[in-house]
């Protein structure tokens, strides 16, 4: 089970926070809203994820992964007619691991941070440079933002 809160970035102050960042592209063979499949290509391993539907709230949902060859993760890529291409930087901030993920292409533009959390009740500390929270906001799925880019929607107070 995934439980994972997201956040819009108001300033950009995370790389110097960040530990290590890579290099990400990913593809969505199916996007059912039932059943999401996830091929990713991260620097040079690749993975398949299968993520169920989220909860009333987007907070919670199913999450299966498997480490796949890079070779396989390019060539299942290769079957899908569009890719979100992104750099994830990787911070600690207290107890949790923040995700902050920028956008590259039809997303440029939207930067995002994940935290993923222990339980759905867990009082996360919010940082100064979080913006608006997205959890549930299904525009911001990196499956959605595949057939609707944020270079369609984006709007002034979105950042």
């Known amino acids: ?14 790389k110097s926070l960040a530990y290590k960042s890579y290099h990400i592209l990913q593809s969505y063979p199916s996007t059912d809203e039932n059943c ?30 498997k480490e796949i060859s ?43 941070a994940e935290v993923e959390l222990p339980t759905s009740d867990y009082s996360l500390v919010i940082p100064e440079w979080f913006g608006k929270e997205v959890t549930g906001d299904i525009r911001y799925y990196n499956s959605q933002l595949l057939l609707n880019p944020y270079k369609n929607w984006r709007l002034d107070n979105d950042l």
């Open 36 to 65: 999401t499949v996830r091929i990713r290509l991260c620097d040079n391993k690749g993975f398949i994820t299968i993520k169920g539907r989220s909860d009333e709230k987007g907070l919670c949902r199913y999450e299966w992964n």
């Open 1 to 14: 089970m995934e439980i994972e809160r997201k956040f819009l970035i108001n300033n950009y102050n995370y």
């Open 70 to 112: 890079e070779c396989e993760a390019k060539e299942l890529i290769g079957l899908c007619s569009k890719v979100i291409d992104k750099t994830r930087y990787i911070i600690e901030y207290k107890d949790v691991v923040i995700e902050v993920d920028e956008f590259h292409g039809d997303n440029a533009g939207l930067v995002m």
